[in-house]
């Protein structure tokens, strides 16, 4: 497998700290073990991405103004990155989302901004690991708080669905050569805090989920919205999912800026018509931006991760709140969620009393990783498990799964 040897070099040149997940309840699934690696415990950014950004066959991580060459994570700036308008501790970098857009066989990262309202493409150039990387605007839709790639149009390519705040729009790249996206428009009905996709009428093809409903995809390559749920400041992604294993594609989604993570139960009425119920997974923590679906255990269906996203306001209820990484476990039998620990971190104790006071890399313990506005879910050391890579305003750091070390 790709740099099994480097294995041991990789986690021996970083600060480590092991985390051990205390097991479930008899009957329950263990939970698994992950060690924390960190990789830049002063990183602001809040968003990442990982591929192989210089071709030598392992895979690396970039995040705001520079990417991490495995196996050491040596860190190259290439590019600067400002604060986002009057907050300094904000940066204009919303997404790292790795594609090779100009076909040349390197990874670029598309990404997003807030203030400066623009989604672009930043180059790979290759060369030197610290030659620059230029960033091509894409277009100004609006104010973007994050954005993934998802394949909308059912095609082998994704797309890219940013979270603009006053539309719903994603952008196909439909040239490499030139370079050419094409903006396509679904409308402002739907427009708030959390966009994301699934199939939620199961006829084939990726719907778009907002706070206040969702666009159906249709066959003749048009959308129809449906206003038939309310999320309110829904995290980033929203994820349409069958959790009960009826057919029926439910939504998953956090509370962006207060307490809860949620999943909507669809079922079907006798005259065909769909109903959402409200249930809750856990309302102990804060700030749930970032969602993902991973299977990280090898078995079954895939967890649900998640976290806190340190400091998404420094104002709101449980702000200065410990952070933390969980994954969920969904028991179709049992009918609960099954909740496990990939990191919990103290609270900022001594954090200033005036919010606008307050700075993440000061106020939390050194280590203290959440889950920002992106995570990145990859087998980065090779070994045939799924890591985790969380980015935030308290750090960048890399949870590795010890899931094939205890076989």
Not at 60 to 84: M, Q
Not at 217 to 245: K, T
Not at 265 to 276: A, F, I, L
Request: glycine letters at 12%.
């Amino acid at each position: 497998m790709l740099f099994q040897k480097h294995v041991q070099s990789v986690f021996s040149a970083c600060l480590s700290v092991l985390v051990i997940s205390s097991a479930g309840l008899a009957g329950e699934p263990r939970s698994l073990q992950w060690k924390q690696h960190i990789i830049n415990e002063q990183s602001p950014y809040e968003a990442c991405g990982t591929a192989d950004f210089n071709g030598d066959g392992r895979i690396d991580i970039f995040c705001g103004d520079s990417w991490y060459e495995a196996p050491l994570w040596t860190r190259h700036k290439v590019r600067e990155v400002p604060a986002s308008g009057p907050n300094p501790h904000y940066h204009e970098d919303f997404a790292d989302s790795p594609l090779d857009v100009n076909g040349d066989g390197r990874p670029d990262i598309v990404t997003c901004n807030y203030f400066g309202k623009r989604v672009g493409w930043v180059q790979n150039p290759g060369g030197p690991a610290t030659a620059a990387w230029q960033e091509h605007e894409i277009d100004l839709p609006g104010n973007i708080e994050t954005g993934e790639m998802v394949n909308l149009v059912g095609d082998a390519q994704p797309e890219f669905l940013p979270n603009v705040g006053s539309t719903v729009v994603f952008y196909e790249l439909t040239s490499r050569n030139p370079v050419q996206w094409t903006r396509r428009d679904l409308g402002a009905e739907g427009a708030g805090h959390g966009v994301g996709a699934g199939d939620l009428n199961s006829d084939g093809r990726n719907d778009v989920i907002t706070p206040k409903g969702w666009y159906e995809q249709l066959a003749d390559g048009g959308w129809s919205f449906h206003a038939e749920f309310a999320l309110g400041a829904a995290g980033i992604m929203i994820l349409g999912y069958d959790v009960d294993g009826d057919q029926l594609q439910d939504v998953l989604y956090g509370n962006g800026h207060g307490f809860g993570l949620y999943w909507l139960r669809q079922t079907k009425q006798p005259d065909g018509s769909r109903q959402w119920q409200k249930q809750t997974i856990d309302d102990t923590f804060s700030q749930v931006h970032t969602l993902l679906l991973a299977q990280l255990d090898g078995e079954g269906e895939p967890e649900l991760v998640t976290g806190k996203r340190v400091y998404a306001h420094e104002s709101e209820a449980g702000a200065t709140d410990g952070s933390v990484v969980f994954y969920f476990q969904y028991d179709r039998k049992a009918g609960t969620w099954q909740k496990h620990t990939v990191f919990q971190g103290d609270p900022a104790v001594n954090a200033p009393e005036n919010a606008k006071d307050r700075w993440a890399l000061k106020d939390f313990p050194k280590g203290s990783a959440g889950t920002g506005l992106q995570m990145s879910v990859v087998d980065i050391d090779a070994d045939g498990d799924l890591d985790l890579v969380c980015p935030g305003k308290s750090g960048l750091y890399l949870f590795e799964n010890l899931r094939q070390q205890k076989r």
